[in-house]
């Protein structure tokens, strides 16, 4: 009788070697491992974050995947939530069903300790998973030339982001999601968790195309924000940006302030996933947007919630790029 347990070292070993391919672009097989192993053993991700197996008889490794407890907030309520993460079947073990298992196992036991909502974020479209019971939360990705000409805001800089930086990181996204009806909440592990995870990922690929950057804006030497981004290949990727007091204007001088360096890198095209609320405060900017192509983000009510209507409703739910697991 196949069941799930939590992986053994050699579950883990097999895992890796066949899924490496796939998603250890770039990497070693031994950083690939390794890197695993260096974002579990933060604290937040020691606490919250698992690696599982669905295994028959003998222990053979028929499924695996990755379960995560972020806090999450939906209207009124705020608990840990259940995100499935790396859902992976090797090669001789696939179109047996043993994926679904292992999901619907997982989701079990997210009910059994009292989570509410299971999320995920898939890459292979949503028809598998809302044969499980998931819905798709619309979400957007924005493209286009970043504008020549942009004047940077006054007495504002940009510097690099350091260990010390992460309690005004959760203060100022904690700001943002105060409001919002559907957010993941990032207390400073879950920071410093997503820092390693990012920073261990860009420190192992050994690239001089692509580089990664946290960065903190200041006016005269007040944080007022930060912007995360990926630089390479010719395009600039805004991967996240924030605020003091969650404020759209001070985020789009954020984001001012980062394109004026972009330019100056030479950069003339920029990527992002951005709140609907910040494309008001970008009018000179040439913004085209469309819904998600990848990392689409899902969720299902599992206990005492039986759907999540404004989850439906196109720009409600804003899940920045740092929130996939």
């Not at 989570?115 to 798709?136: C, K, P, Q, V, W």
Request: proline share 6%; aromatic share 12%.
């Amino acid at each position: 009788m196949p069941r799930l347990v939590e992986a053994e070292p050699e579950h883990i070993e097999r895992i890796y070697r066949e899924s490496h391919a796939l998603w250890g672009v770039g990497l070693s097989r031994r950083d690939y491992r390794e890197l695993w192993e260096e974002i579990r053993t933060t604290p937040w991700g020691s606490e919250y974050a698992r690696f599982y197996a669905w295994v028959g008889d003998n222990d053979r490794l028929l499924s695996s995947l990755k379960v995560y407890r972020p806090r999450l907030q939906v209207l009124e309520h705020r608990e840990r939530t259940l995100v499935l993460g790396a859902i992976f079947t090797p090669r001789s073990q696939r179109r047996r069903g043993h994926a679904a298992a292992a999901i619907r196992a997982a989701l079990d036991q997210g009910r059994d300790s009292g989570a509410r909502t299971a999320m995920l974020f898939s890459d292979i479209g949503t028809r598998y998973y809302e044969a499980l019971g998931f819905h798709e939360i619309p979400a957007a990705e924005q493209w286009g030339p970043i504008p020549v000409g942009i004047e940077p805001p006054r007495r504002w800089v940009l510097r690099d982001m350091t260990p010390a930086d992460i309690p005004e990181l959760a203060r100022m996204h904690g700001e943002f999601c105060a409001g919002r009806p559907f957010a993941i909440l990032r207390d400073e592990d879950h920071w410093e968790f997503i820092r390693t995870r990012a920073f261990s990922f860009f420190s192992r690929i050994k690239s001089d195309q692509v580089r990664q950057r946290w960065r903190i804006a200041e006016c005269d030497g007040r944080p007022e924000g930060y912007l995360l981004t990926v630089e390479g290949r010719g395009e600039w990727n805004v991967r996240e940006i924030g605020a003091r007091g969650g404020d759209f204007a001070r985020m789009a001088q954020v984001l001012h302030l980062g394109a004026v360096e972009a330019l100056r890198d030479g950069f003339r095209r920029f990527y992002a996933w951005m709140p609907h609320e910040l494309l008001d405060h970008l009018p000179d900017w040439e913004i085209r947007s469309s819904s998600r192509r990848g990392a689409l983000p899902m969720v299902l009510p599992l206990t005492g919630m039986t759907e999540i209507p404004a989850l439906q409703v196109p720009g409600v739910a804003y899940i920045p790029y740092q929130d996939q697991f």
